[in-house]
């Protein structure tokens, strides 16, 4: 109410000096209204930040993702209205904050807890402090397999499916990771023929020459890969991929 009577008196003062333009001259009569104007819009601001102060309780965080994978940084982004710096804290996890608008790379470390809570501490534009817990669920990484054009386990193909074929590593809970490999070789094992190493992500033309060579039912085993990865984590094993001619 202060702040209205406030603005309402400003406002009175700029009719008046408006209307005693004949009493000053013209450029000290602008500069003064422009001033008046710049104070006026000042207290709005403060009036709209005062009531601010009432909305709080009723603003909700933004997340762009409510599962952490386990042993792989995981890019977090809140976003919070009219909030001017943002923090998270678990003891479980490790946080590496990116900046004070929400940005953080999450670790977390093998748990039993298949969920947890995060403290969101934040600040907003007006002064206020509010703390949000907010749930996340805590996911083990499926081991990853070998792939086909996109096709993993045992598979049941004919020989021009296998032609051309790309190879690429998968994580059947984790899709968003299969395009962070890049496979360097693997080794394949043609009907009785075993251990070829290819220096290659497809099925080249060679390996291919002793492919349509095999009868129906005859087996291709794809294993052994090297690869790198655009994330710094381990892996232990990767399945293999095991083809059964059909043709």
Known sequence: MKK????????????????????????????????????????????????????????????????????????????IPFSKKIEIANKTINIKKINNYGSFEILAKPQRDKFIDLKISVDFINGEKHIFKEKFRIISLNAPGVRINGKSGVLLLSKNQIKNGVLSIGIENANY????????????????????????????????????????????????????SKFNFRVCKISPLKIQITD
Do not use: M
């Open 4 to 79: 209205t009577l406030e603005i309402a008196f400003l406002l009175i003062i700029l009719i008046t000096f408006n209307s005693c333009v004949s009493n000053k001259n013209y450029a000290e009569t602008v500069t003064e209204n422009e001033n008046l104007k710049l104070k006026i819009e000042r207290l709005k601001d403060s009036v709209f930040e005062h009531r601010l102060l009432y909305k709080i309780d009723s603003i909700k965080p933004i997340i762009s993702q409510r599962e952490i994978y386990q042993g792989l940084p995981n890019l977090i982004y809140i976003s």
């Open 177 to 228: 990771l299969n395009n962070s490999f890049k496979i360097k070789s693997y080794r394949i094992s043609i009907g009785k023929k075993e251990n070829v190493i290819v220096n290659d992500s497809v099925i080249t033309d060679e390996i291919y020459s002793e492919i349509v060579k095999l009868e129906k039912n005859d087996l291709i085993q794809i294993y052994g890969l090297k690869f790198v």
